[in-house]
């Protein structure tokens, strides 16, 4: 019924950019928090960054000053622009979205993922 769909990830050296984006589609009534979490070999999905439909944003401590979330609520996007990458942040990044469907059923649902590779 909703479809996350991300883009942008990829291979970069450290110290550069990238910038990945999530389109929600569907069976949508509304969007409330969108965000970014990111899961690396051997470790739990933690979140990097969230964004409430208030405009609330809170970023995960190890990302703060270098990530930026940002978000289109009429176009149901969500973007994060990564820079000064450091190969720590090699990881499947991963679009997130509390959506209520037009059949008022609230649940969040996934991107299927995008790899964000930073070399040394």
């Known amino acids: 019924q909703v479809q996350l769909v991300e883009s942008g990830g990829g291979l970069v050296q450290a110290g550069g950019s990238l910038r990945l984006s999530c389109a929600a589609s569907?069976?949508?009534?509304?969007?409330?928090?969108m965000g970014w979490y990111r899961q690396a070999p051997g470790n739990e999905r933690e979140l990097v960054a969230a964004?409430?439909?208030?405009?609330?944003?809170n970023y995960a401590e190890s990302v703060k000053g270098r990530l930026t979330v940002s978000r289109d609520i009429a176009w149901n996007l969500v973007s994060l622009q990564m820079n000064s990458l450091k190969p720590e942040d090699t990881a499947v990044y991963y679009c997130?979205?509390?959506?209520?469907?037009?059949?008022?059923?609230?649940?969040?649902?996934w991107g299927q993922g995008t790899q964000v590779t930073v070399s040394s």
């Open positions: 997130s979205a509390d959506v209520t469907t037009t059949g008022l059923v609230m649940r969040t649902y």
């Open positions: 569907g069976r949508i009534f509304g969007i409330n928090n």
């Open positions: 964004i409430t439909g208030g405009g609330r944003i």
